[in-house]
Nanobody
Framework: QVQLVDSGGGLVQAGGSLRLSCAAS????????MGWFRQAPGKEREFVAR????????DYADSVMGRFTISRDNAKKTMYLQMNSLKPEDTAVYYC?????????????????WGQGTQVTVSS
């Protein structure tokens, strides 16, 4: 069983930056892929970024490419999402997730564990 705690959300002006963290406990963190997803009010949860077990094989949604960077520190059992040049349309609850596989996925149904979510609000 893996427990995830995501944090780092908040209120920021457009053009600003935030860094989200996802701390894991339990399981074999270093052998699992991870991902970030987000859900805006009235919308389905959508893929943001994913990262493979060793920090390679990263992938991003087109909407965040070039602005967001996903990374992980296996020694600390923590994953990060550095978000720069934030836009109002980035406003959502952000969730981290673990997939019991070496490689991530863009599909929510392929992840096994989820964090509780952290709110990101970008004002214009």
């Amino acid at each position: 069983q893996v427990q995830l705690v995501d944090s780092g959300g908040g209120l920021v002006q457009a053009g600003g930056s935030l860094r989200l963290s996802c701390a894991a406990s339990g399981g074999t963190f270093s052998l699992y892929a991870m991902g970030w997803f987000r859900q805006a009010p009235g919308k389905e949860r959508e893929f943001v970024a994913r990262i493979g077990w060793n920090g390679a094989n990263t992938d991003y949604a087109d909407s965040v490419m070039g602005r967001f960077t996903i990374s992980r520190d296996n020694a600390k059992k923590t994953m990060y999402l550095q978000m720069n040049s934030l836009k109002p349309e980035d406003t959502a609850v952000y969730y981290c997730a673990v997939r019991r596989s070496l490689y991530g996925s863009r599909f929510t149904t392929e992840y096994d564990y989820w964090g509780q979510g952290t709110q990101v609000t970008v004002s214009s």
